[in-house]
């Protein structure tokens, strides 16, 4: 089964997804690394991501930083009694042996200072500082304003 | 949908007191009623005169005599309004032409940025269907104290966010207060309770 997607993705891809790509920097995979388009530059942007750490130890996001915008941060979405805010997020905890996602409704790069609008296609760099791992370059895929995450045949 | 399930922990607080609202309001009828304060008002109890992304009038009588769903955010927001729009928008595709029926309103709690033309481009990129209201503070927030919803605009880094109510409202044709879509909510309710008040 996993040789017949591999083989089925491999045929697919003439026309590679950015956001379906994985990065790897130690024990972590990096991958479904994407965004939405935005309406001109004033608005903040967001990105996403998802994280596995394979290894027996825990790390932790720590920051983010790109050239698409002169404030990033960590951010989370908390809904307490129905009202939806976004505080600070200091560090992401990513456990050992567990998958953590920068998602919809949850924890979120919060890209203030757009340097340019980011437009549905568009794809930038943006650097992961983990606690212990170090740091790490993903292309941040750019999806329309209407996308609640990207399409990849390893998706499940 | 994977992502709903992970961050159901996260809600799951807020989502029972939303499930309570909602559904567990539908199952106790006739039996004990809920404090009406955390209730919102029936429509037709509501006073706010707001303005919609087209630039006609709004004011709470216009929506008797159609179902009605609405929901609080700002288009300065990259995380909660874009994915409750695009949920909305893949609620009122799989219902297809039915939710023609529904009155589905986007107000904007942040008025100083969302004016009607803002409001226009941003919706430009949801279901049409979608009708967006702006307005005055002052209205806005008579529409806010209507659905006994909350918004709070908060200093951030040099500029400002706002919290808001974050669950989607829904009406019965009559103006009647039906149930509301918590946001963290599992997305396998959300269809059913739009079907109950269009039925
Ligand atoms: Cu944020």
Redesign the pocket.
Known sequence: MKSLILSALLTLSAAPVLACETVTLGDLNIEHAWSRATIGADR?G?FYVEITNNGSTDDALIGIATPAAGMPML?E?VVTDGVAS?PHAMSIPVPAGESVELAPGGY?G?LMGLTATLAEGDSFPVTLSFQKSGEVVVNVEVLSLRAEGPDCDDAN | MRRRQLILGLGGASGALAFTLGLGWWQSRGRAQPPAALLPLPIGEMGFALTNHRGEPVRPADWIGRPTMAFFGFTWC??VCPTTLSDISGWLGELGPDADRLNTVFITVDPERDTQQVLADYLANFDPRITGLTGSLAEVERAVAGFRARFEKVPRDGDY?MDHTAGVFLFRADGRFASIIDYHEDRRFALPKIRRVLT
């Open positions: 903040p967001v951010h979405t976004m979120h919060m | 990259p995380d966010t």
